[in-house]
């Protein structure tokens, strides 16, 4: 079993930064692939941004250029850093990892991003 633990969440305003962080509590050298997920209210649950085990990265286009998915498997950490933040960014993020070998993925708890003036 593996546990996701999201932070870095808060209330920010239009233009704004945050980064969330996701610590795993098993090593992620063995990680088939991590991701961003998000859920606005009323809305389903999206795929934002993905790593690879190789580190390729790839993006929804309404985030693009704007977010940026990182790790560090040192720390075996997974980081969200989001510029340019727009109310429409409002929503809950979840960290979604698979591991090598796992039948199913492992989600965080969710970390509330809300951005308003």
């Known amino acids: 079993q593996v546990q996701l633990v999201e932070s870095g969440g808060g209330l920010v305003q239009p233009g704004g930064s945050l980064r969330l962080s996701c610590a795993a509590s098993r090593s992620i050298f063995s990680i088939q692939g991590m991701a961003w997920y998000r859920q606005a209210p009323g809305k389903q649950r999206e795929l934002i941004a993905a790593?690879?085990?190789?580190?390729?990265?790839n993006y929804v286009d309404s985030v693009k250029d704007r977010f940026t998915i990182s790790r560090d498997k040192a720390k075996n950490t997974l980081y969200l850093q989001m510029n340019s933040l727009k109310p429409e960014d409002t929503a809950v993020y979840y960290c979604y990892a698979l591991y090598y070998g796992d039948r199913a993925p492992y989600w965080g708890q969710g970390t509330q991003v809300t951005v308003s003036a």
């Open positions: 790593i690879t085990s190789s580190g390729s990265t």
